[in-house]
């Protein structure tokens, strides 16, 4: 079984900036919808995701906090545009960045359009107390906080007044 274990914490300045290695353009669209997945209707969410010149279809299982199911699948960018187009709610155009702080990768990710003002930094780990070093640059931890996931960004963006 995949299993995911990631924190995301808000940005309180953005000094991260100097340590990008490389950043990557995305677009990712889901086939269902938060609500359906908040009210225990669905188990898992089921996300499209385009960077560059690949595609991946990802399921995560829909348990809040660090620990969570997930797996990925490289399909052909054809087959993620076509399926962009069945995307309940809109797609989340975001640029993530790597940025390496004492021997781990953070991605940072800074959304575009609706979510545009929202930046987010990621650490994934191998064991949900694993111990590691904060950043100068790092905020509150949201790692539970549903608001925050990709997927309750897709319908209710940031910008929206529901999602202050």
């Known amino acids: 079984m995949a299993i995911?274990?990631?924190?995301?914490?808000l940005l309180v300045s953005d000094t991260w900036r100097r340590l990008v290695k490389r950043q990557q353009c995305m677009s990712q669209g889901y086939l269902n919808?938060?609500?359906?997945?908040?009210?225990?209707r669905e188990n898992c969410s089921v996300r499209i995701r385009i960077a560059g010149a690949v595609a991946y279809l990802n399921i995560k299982s829909r348990e809040l906090g660090a620990r969570r199911q997930e797996f990925e699948y490289p399909i052909p960018v054809a087959d993620a545009d076509a399926m962009m187009e069945l995307?309940?709610?809109?797609?989340?155009?975001?640029v993530r960045h790597y940025v390496?702080?004492?021997?781990?990768?953070?991605?940072?990710d800074e959304f575009k359009g609706a979510n545009a003002g929202l930046v987010v930094a990621e650490i994934e780990l191998k064991a949900v107390d694993e111990a590691f070093s904060?950043?100068?640059?790092?905020?509150?931890?949201?790692?539970?906080?549903?608001?925050?996931?990709?997927?309750?960004?897709?319908?209710n963006p940031f910008s929206s007044t529901l999602n202050r």
């Open 4 to 9: 995911e274990i990631e924190r995301k914490f």
């Open 33 to 40: 919808d938060a609500q359906g997945v908040k009210a225990g």
């Open 87 to 94: 995307a309940c709610g809109g797609i989340i155009e975001k």
């Open 100 to 108: 390496e702080y004492e021997s781990h990768l953070w991605e940072i």
């Open 134 to 155: 904060k950043p100068e640059w790092l905020g509150e931890e949201v790692t539970s906080l549903p608001r925050y996931y990709n997927l309750a960004l897709s319908s």
